[in-house]
């Protein structure tokens, strides 16, 4: 018995030693970042500037891989069945880790059993219309809806998504109702509202911005609380609808049991994207880099689930 005593101390102080030991010898292999959506949205654009920064830092490939479906459910269970080893890793919108616990009965993860890494970088969110839409501003939007019930149809880029949120949310708080026409991502949902398809999308700033300017889509209101400095003569959602906000932002998690090292160890080097040069090449594009500690991005993912879950009850909003 004693024998099996000493054993047992002795493999447990191996493992103490080996594990710092692994973390420190993090990476030694590629890294593979799994993205929900499918190719050409925010999430895919981020993976690939992440990936670029930890292959330049580290030396070591990291490949993005998308894997699109179930309002980002099919990415983040792959994510959640993966080795706690720091070599495959979620890069995602809320949608994944704040919002569908909440919008659905059943998940095949847990959300809260990510390990948090770090947010990556936040976008404002705006309203953007079809010229098709006879509204200059949100007061007139609200009057074409009521006057036409069922006519104005608001995009998303997915069912349980900030859009389909914001549309839900902006149809209760205006007293409207209109049409949520998902899609399967951000491309195909800006393209049809490009197109005229759909006439209305709670979407980001970041990929509008170049057919703001061309005039192929209006802008009618930013989603921050205050005005954009890209956009100073737009109004905030809130001017007209007091406590309407939404905005974008993705984040990285690793699986469950993912040592706190290791965790640390990516946040840091994601940190590095708010130095100047990067960061210039970021807010060009209005994008944010944050670069959170796990304990900082822990905190903010606690605030955001309670937030849209509160407006997932108050709008009774459902999954489709």
């Known amino acids: 018995m004693r024998k099996t005593l000493i054993g047992t101390v002795l493999t447990a102080a191996a493992l103490a030693f080996v594990l710092p030991a692994h973390a420190q010898d993090y990476p030694a292999k590629p890294i593979k970042l799994i993205v929900p959506n499918p190719p050409g949205g925010g999430n895919d654009f981020t993976a690939r500037v992440v990936a670029d920064k930890l292959r330049e830092k580290w030396g070591q490939p990291a490949v993005v891989e998308n894997r699109a479906g179930a309002s980002g459910s099919i990415g983040a269970d792959a994510v959640a069945k993966a080795a706690p080893d720091g070599y495959t890793l979620l890069v995602t919108a809320p949608a994944s880790l704040v919002i569908n616990k909440s919008l659905y009965a059943k998940l095949s993860y847990d959300p809260d059993a990510f390990v948090p890494v770090s947010v990556i970088l936040a976008g404002p969110g705006v309203l953007l219309v079809h010229p098709s839409v006879p509204a200059t501003n949100v007061q007139q939007l609200i009057a074409f809806a009521k006057a036409n019930p069922g006519k104005l149809t608001y995009a998303s880029q997915g069912n349980g998504t900030i859009a389909h949120l914001a549309g839900a949310m902006f149809e209760s708080m205006s007293g409207i109702k209109g049409v949520h026409v998902p899609y399967k991502g951000s491309a195909p949902a800006m393209s049809d509202l490009l197109g005229g398809q759909v006439n209305m999308l709670f979407g980001e700033l970041s990929p509008a911005l ?59 080097a994601i940190a590095e994207l708010k130095q100047p040069d990067a960061a210039k090449k970021l807010l060009e594009m209005s994008l ?29 909003t459902k999954g489709e």
């Open 210 to 268: 170049a057919h703001i300017r061309s005039g192929k889509l209006h802008v009618l209101a930013v989603g921050s609380e205050k005005r954009n400095p890209l956009l100073p003569g737009v109004p905030s959602m809130s001017e007209v609808l007091p406590g309407f906000a939404f905005s974008y932002w993705i984040g990285m998690v690793a699986p469950a049991g993912t040592p706190a090292a290791i965790a640390n160890k990516l946040s840091a």
């Open 288 to 316: 944010e880099p944050v670069g959170s500690t796990p304990a900082e991005m822990s905190a903010f993912m606690k605030r955001e689930s309670e937030r849209w879950g509160n407006v997932i009850r108050v709008t009774g």
